[in-house]
């Protein structure tokens, strides 16, 4: 229905207002008295900076293709998501810069995509090969974030949003993290097991962020001394994403992190959406 109105509960006042729309845009919304008859709610449609595909399409093929990115991203504004980083995660070297190649090109030929695709997320393979710290990540792939690698990833993206997620106890991280940041790069700790002196030297050199804390990590760990409370504990990660499936974090353990993260730094949430997540 391309013009119409209805009623329906405001997400920020938690009141009820009437929306109109003609042509398909929104033109007003104006508060009323009596409530919506049916429990809808609007609000901004969300973005999610870590989509690795979705609605059945994998963004981890060397042969996607425009339809397949399409049909993604129509699900998931279907779905409330209007925008996406676009994520890859590890695999070997040549295969994945050939993805993100691939990737680009395809939004480059497209309005709807140029829209809806607004950076790029690359977590991996520049992560810690240890037991249940690599996570899903092959470690036989992973590598060492040399310089000429982030230029390269750099070189795909243009001038495009760029984050990328490594660990930063990996041999010659740190210089990596300094010349991500001087190439516009956002730089986000992750899949790591690194010391709080790694930590700190990982943030001044440039990190800011940590990818989905408490995944990519083992199920059991230290309960005096571990990823978790190490991020939780340091000043300079301005950026935490969770996931807040039930699954990958606690409820228990996602309220705490909430409670605690948000009296100092952002909190984002992630689906880190995959092919077969739709609804």
Known sequence: MNSGELDAWHYATRKPVRVAWVDGKITAISAIDKEPKEDIWVAPPLLDLQIN?????????????AE??????????RDGCSRLF????????????????QATQLRQQSPELQAAIVGWHIEGPFLSEQPGFHGAHNPAWMLDPAAEHIRELRTITGRD??????????????DAIRLARSLGIVVSLGHTNASVDILREAVQAGATGFTHLANGCPRELDRHDNIIWRV???PGLHHISLIPDGHHVSPMLFRLLHRDL???RSVYITTDAMAA???
């Open 262 to 264: 948000l009296t100092s």
């Open 53 to 65: 595909g979705y609605a059945g399409v994998d963004f981890q093929q060397d042969d996607l293709t």
């Open 68 to 77: 397949q990115l399409l049909q993604a991203v129509r699900a998931l504004r």
């Open 86 to 101: 676009f994520t890859l995660i590890t695999a070997e070297w040549p295969r994945l810069v050939h993805r993100l190649r």
């Open 232 to 234: 939780a504990d340091l």
């Open 161 to 174: 949003p760029l984050l990328i997620t490594l660990a930063p106890e990996r041999r010659e991280a740190i």
């Open 277 to 279: 997540a739709s609804r």
